[in-house]
Nanobody
Framework: QVQLVESGGGLVQAGGSLRLSCAAS????????MGWYRQAPGKQRELVAA???????NYADSVKGRFTISRDNAKNSVYLQMNSLEPEDTAVYYC???????????????WGQGTQVTVSS
């Protein structure tokens, strides 16, 4: 099985910063893309940022210039540095990874349990 564990959420004032971390563990052979999604109350889950195994990145327009995604392939980990946070960034943030497990041929998407980020005005 594969587990994704997130950490780093919390309460911060507008203009502040937070750094989210996500570590994947289990019977992992390789990881393709990794990403961060968020879901605010009453809204659909949306992509915040994604990064390929080669380091190519993609960001939602709303976070460009403020958030930075990075990964450590040796640690099967992905990070999200969030600066200049706004109240509109308040949401539960989920980590996602496309994982190929040992003895399997296809990549499968896995989700973390989510971490709350609250930005006060």
């Amino acid at each position: 099985q594969v587990q994704l564990v997130e950490s780093g959420g919390g309460l911060v004032q507008a203009g502040g910063s937070l750094r989210l971390s996500c570590a994947a563990s289990g019977s992992i052979l390789s990881i393709n893309a990794m990403g961060w999604y968020r879901q605010a109350p009453g809204k659909q889950r949306e992509l915040v940022a994604a990064i390929t195994s080669g380091g190519s990145t993609n960001y939602a327009d709303s976070v460009k210039g403020r958030f930075t995604i990075s990964r450590d392939n040796a640690k099967n980990s992905v990070y999200l540095q969030m600066n200049s946070l706004e109240p509109e960034d308040t949401a539960v943030y989920y980590c996602n990874a496309e994982v190929k497990r040992r003895y399997y041929t296809n990549y499968v998407g896995y989700w973390g349990q989510g971490t709350q980020v609250t930005v006060s005005s």
